[in-house]
Structures are given as C-alpha cells and as structure tokens.
C-alpha cells in the first residue's frame, strides 16, 4: 500500500508508543493501542487512482461526502457566479486530494484561520485554508482546502506556474477536512447532496 510522505513521522510514532506500552505497561496495553496505529497507516494510504478523464470532465478532488451545492460568487478566480461543490472528509477518508483538471496553476493563497467543524457554512468563512486557482483549456476554476475541527495542517504541493495533470496529487490535509471547488456559473453539475466522491475518479461536473 502505497502510503503519503507526510504520514512517515506519526505512523512510526504510533508503532513507537505500541513498542512502548508493550515493554513498559505490558501487551495488553499494546494491543488496545493497536487499532490506533493501524489506523494512522489507513489514514495516510494514497492509493492509485484512476478513472474517466478528458478536458470536458472535472473530477472530484477529494473523497468523501457532497454537503452542498451551492450558487456564490467567487471573485479571485472565477471572477463573478459560481458554483460550489463543498466535499467534506472524515478521518476514514483517504486525505490526498487530486486535480479536478489539467491546466496551468494561476493562482495561490494560504489564509490562517480557525478550526471548526469542517462540515459547517461556518468554516469556509472563518477556517484555515488553501487556494488552488487553475487556468484551463475550459475557463477557470478554484479548489480550495479547508482545515476541519482536528486538522491542523493543509499540504499543498505546488506554486504558481505548475503544469498539472487530471488525477495528480494536489496536496493532503491531516486529519479530518473539506474541500470546495468552484466552477463558472452555468456548469452542469454531475452530482447531488449526499453523494459519496473518490478522488481522481467521481464525476462532478462535465463542461458541454
């Protein structure tokens, strides 16, 4: 299983604390923490995905749950109405998040911020978070990263200029989060509230 870098240092310190409680309070000890560090490996797998491409498609960048769906304006990238589609991730989800397109990187801005429940309208005002504006071959579209109520760290791999590939790696945010992706105004939308996405592979939108 293909695991991402940024989980090297707490999967060894959770077999480290399993090492620990085995030697110092006893195995019983060790084997209630077991589930824990086993569950640090699942939660930084980052297995290969693949799926639908074409310039016509956006691809989900994020597994999880579709929140909302809504009309907003998005002024920084899009430049006037938008569509939202908020995909919210909880700490089962696989946490590597994926280009929705290929194109060039246009745009980027980290803003510190709070911590709330990533679920909520709340935190995409108020929250810690990363945006990735993309110029495509289709128009313009922004994916935003959202900390959530335990994430403390948003990943994002590349600057301005990148040359991004449908389906790589954008970045990872630990520990339970939300990403939004907005698209013009008018975009047909390929999935519904309540929708369970696979990162690099669900369809959510598909430019005519």
């Known amino acids: 299983m293909r695991i991402a870098p940024e989980g090297r240092p707490f999967i060894i310190g959770a077999w480290l604390i399993a090492a620990a409680l085995a030697a110092v309070v006893g195995w019983p000890a060790a084997v209630a923490w077991l589930p824990i560090a086993i569950w640090v490996i699942a939660f930084f797998r980052d297995p290969v995905r693949e799926g639908p491409r074409g310039e016509q498609l956006v691809i989900a960048p994020a597994d999880g749950k579709v929140v909302s769906i809504i009309a907003i304006d998005e002024p920084e990238v899009i430049g006037g109405p938008a569509t939202r589609v908020s995909i919210f991730m909880n700490v089962f989800n696989v946490h590597v998040n994926r280009y929705p397109t290929s194109g060039e990187v246009s745009f980027r801005r980290h803003r510190p911020g709070a911590f709330f429940n990533a679920a909520s309208e709340k935190a995409a005002l108020e929250n810690e978070q990363s945006d990735v ?22 990943v994002t791999d590349h600057g301005m200029g990148h040359h991004a590939e449908q389906g790589d790696r954008l970045g990872l945010i630990r520990f339970g989060s939300r990403v939004d992706i907005f698209l013009p105004a008018g975009t047909p939308i390929r999935v519904r509230e309540g929708e369970i996405t696979k990162a690099g592979t669900t369809i959510i939108a598909e430019w005519s």
Request: aromatic share 0%.
């Open 133 to 154: 504006g993309m110029t495509t071959v289709r128009g313009p579209i922004l994916v935003r990263q959202i900390a959530g109520l335990v994430a403390r760290r948003i």
